[in-house]
T-cell receptor, first 116, second 111 residues
């Protein structure tokens, strides 16, 4: 069964440093997403990406965040200058082509980001 | 997106059937109902999706009454490995949708 993969599984960084979280969505999916989950809290939507551009973003996704699909397989989330409050699990998800399939999002295993 | 309400937690024993009900009084005509499962430190996993009546797959069944203001996820004969948080989400079929997760229902299955 195809699955979404994410690397690294755990990233430790110093406050103010840049991090790039990587994701390989399911190959025939067209919609890509990033979510995050702070320990003990809800899964929160960050951004959705379709047709090589951002479709929607939440208030969390400020100027410190950016996403990119540098090639046909990878989907990245960059945090330019990390803050302590960015520490969380970051989940990448991808969805199908249209209609009901697009509502079915498949999540990766997550990257645990720890900002010191 | 329609707001959903589900119990914060449920307890069960191995081998029992578990039914988790979700209320979504403001569900719109185009909305589908989707359930996800999340284990600790893992990403949410799609379980089942439906629009009306009953949907069944190899993992669960989803019961949706005619008014669609609620839905019930049914897990037959649960095992310890079914201990997880279960989320009920409602979204439209606009081609893509962002998922708004609530706190979900923490299901604890005991021996």
């Amino acid at each position: 069964e195809p699955e979404v993969t994410q690397t690294p599984s755990h990233q430790v960084t110093q406050m103010g440093q840049e991090v790039i979280l990587r994701c390989v969505p399911i190959s025939n999916h067209l919609y890509f997403y990033w979510y995050r989950q702070i320990l003990g809290q809800k899964v929160e939507f960050l951004v959705s990406f379709y047709n090589n551009e951002i479709s929607e973003k939440s208030e969390i996704f400020d100027d410190q965040f950016s996403v990119e699909r540098p090639d046909g397989s990878n989907f990245t989330l960059k945090i330019r200058s990390t803050k302590l409050e960015d520490s969380a699990m970051y989940f990448c998800a991808s969805g199908g082509t249209s209609g009901i399939e697009a509502d079915t999002q498949y999540f990766g295993p997550g990257t645990r980001l720890t900002v010191l | 997106l329609a707001k959903t309400t589900q119990p914060i937690s449920m307890d069960s024993y191995e081998g029992q059937e578990v039914n988790i009900t979700c209320s979504h009084n403001n569900i719109a005509t185009n909305d589908y109902i989707t359930w996800y499962q999340q284990f600790p430190s893992q990403g949410p996993r799609f379980i089942i999706q439906g629009y009306k009546t009953k949907v069944t797959n190899e993992v669960a069944s989803l019961f949706i009454p005619a008014d669609r203001k609620s839905s019930t996820l049914s897990l037959p004969r649960v095992s310890l490995s079914d201990t997880a948080v279960y989320y009920c989400l409602v979204g439209d079929d606009s081609g893509y949708s962002t998922l708004t997760f609530g706190k979900g229902t923490m299901l604890l299955v005991s021996p």
